[in-house]
């Protein structure tokens, strides 16, 4: 008779990955980044334990998308105010926050849960090639 592997807390091994955002679609990257995040891409995937690696993400001012999406997806943020509904178009939103495109991609995809938060706490994303996680990265 088998058993199911249930994963343990203590037992979790955070590895650390890095995302090259130069050129790739912004939901094909951002699936992958959650599946990581999740830890769905290990062989002791356990749903109820925060399992998954840490993610970091570079070049993200240079994501690509496909279609009228630059000029036509829009995030939209309010102020808690009557009429404090704010919109940007991605486009807008590339050249002043690039990190937050990928950002909220990431954080919709992930399951409705109270692991997301320090899911995104594992991700790490910067606009250009610079960053301070190369120590990690290197084994």
Known sequence: ?????MQKTADV???WHLADAKGQI???LATDIAQKLIGKNKPTYTPHIDGGDFV?????????VTGNKEEDK???RHSGYPGGLKEKSLGELKKTYPTRIIEKAVFNMLPKNKLRSGRMNRL???ANADHKHESQLKK
């Open 56 to 64: 970091v993400v570079i070049n993200a001012s240079e994501i690509a």
């Open 74 to 76: 829009m995030y939209y």
């Open 124 to 126: 790490k994303v910067y």
């Open 13 to 15: 091994k955070r590895d």
């Open 26 to 28: 912004l939901g094909r």
């Open 1 to 5: 008779m088998q058993n199911t592997y």
